[in-house]
């Protein structure tokens, strides 16, 4: 009875989210790509792309970390004021990483 129950709720839950979903992308609030994004049940870390497609080095990647918690910018930005990727490479991960580039 109780796993009725709960299979009962969840399915509201997915109804409610669906109905949700579906008015933001109706009044343009997010498009499809940020939706897509957002449901993404893991998204991998920008760090661990650069990381992976050897752009950038852990110990870099650990620097521009703790620089980011002191400066609240975006790692994508320092790593690119640092100079240890070029603005196209970032793009290009954001792009891996289900971004939208404006």
Known sequence: ?????????????HRKNQELAAQLLAKRIISSEELKRILSPEQIKLGEILIKERLILKYELEQALKEQTMSRKKLGEILIERRIIFPFQLERVLRKQGYQIK
Do not use: D, R, T, Y
């Open 1 to 13: 009875m109780i796993q009725a129950h709960l299979q009962q709720e969840l399915l509201e839950i």
